[in-house]
């Protein structure tokens, strides 16, 4: 995306289950970014009539309509270079070698805003059903290069 300031939406670990506010969250955002573990085609196609996204796969992601999302993703959002994976563990790059400004990732169902030097790292925590933390995701605003992250808390039903 070109635009000098982009809203994006940022989710993962929804295992096959997309919260009602969701839509809410990111109705104004340009695009939403999912950091695996979706569990199915039908949570990908519910967001992608909120805004374009730009998936990964995580390791509960399996099949057929798995098999064409990548295990990284590198994009560029508001000057920002943005990548998306699962497993933070698994992360292949010195992003601040590749000129990444920030890596979002998913697998521990934690919230984690963190800057490491010139990198900021974000986990969004877990929008799937709660395994005793509170479900959360997170939207980000980027303008020319400049993040900011706001996390967002699901009700519990």
């Known amino acids: 995306m070109t635009k000098s300031i982009v809203t994006a ?33 039908e949570v990908l196609l519910k967001l992608e009539k909120i805004a374009p996204v730009y998936a990964v796969r995580g390791n509960m992601d399996h099949g057929v309509w798995a098999r064409s999302l990548p295990e990284r993703r590198l994009v560029e959002l508001a000057g920002a270079g943005i990548y998306i ?28 805003v963190q800057e490491r030097g010139p990198v900021l790292y ?31 808390e699901f009700r519990e039903p």
Not at 26 to 35: E, V
Not at 88 to 95: G, H, N, T
Request: some cysteine.
């Open 9 to 41: 939406g940022v989710i993962s670990d929804t295992h096959n289950w997309l919260r009602p506010e969701v839509s809410t969250f990111f109705a104004d955002c340009d695009c939403i970014l999912h950091a695996g573990d979706i569990c199915s085609q």
């Open 85 to 112: 994976l699962h497993d933070l563990s698994r992360l292949d790059v010195k992003p601040e070698a590749a000129g990444i400004n920030a890596v979002i990732y998913g697998h521990t169902h934690r919230v984690k």
């Open 122 to 152: 974000i986990n969004p925590g877990s929008a799937g059903p709660s395994r005793g933390g509170r479900p959360t995701a997170a939207r980000m605003r980027i303008e020319d290069g400049d993040i900011r992250v706001r996390i967002l």
